[in-house]
C-alpha cells in the first residue's frame, strides 16, 4: 500500500480552554482538511469590548459549537427583513455561518466558550454599528 498516512488528533476542548484567556484569542487545535484549508480550535469570548465587532470568512463556511455560556449570534441577510437574522446561541447550540456572510456576537453572559471549525485564511473583522428597522 502506498500512499501518506494520516494520523487522527484527539483533544478535550474543555481542557484545552482550561489554558485559554480570553485575551489570548482562538486556541487552534489541529489543521483539518487537504491542504490545511480549515482550523479547528477553541475560544473565549468576554463581553468587554465586543461591542459592534463583525467578521466574515470569504474563503469558506464556518461552524460554531457553543460550549458555555449565551449569546445572540446576528449575520446581515439581503433576505431576512431589515437585513439582519438572529440566532440565540446556548450550550450544545451549533451555528453554521455560510462563507462571506458577515455576523456579530452579543454575549449574554460574562463568557462564551465555543468550539470551531472555520477556514484558516482571509477572515476579515471591523467595528460597525447597525441600525436595526423596525
Known sequence: MT???????????SQCLETVT???????LVDY??????KLGVIRLQADGRENMWERHPQGDELLIILA???????????????LADYPLGPGDVLFVPRGVPHAAELH????????????????????VVARVG
Open 3 to 13: 500512499g501518506k498516512c494520516r494520523k487522527g488528533a484527539v483533544f478535550n476542548p
Open 22 to 28: 480570553a485575551a489570548d484569542g482562538p486556541r487552534f
Open 33 to 38: 482538511g487537504l491542504g490545511g484549508t480549515a
Open 69 to 83: 455560556g449565551r449569546l445572540t449570534m446576528t449575520m446581515k441577510s439581503e433576505g431576512c427583513e431589515g437585513g
Open 109 to 128: 453572559t460574562e463568557e462564551v466558550q465555543i468550539l470551531f471549525l472555520s477556514p484558516v485564511q482571509g477572515t476579515e473583522v471591523w467595528h460597525e
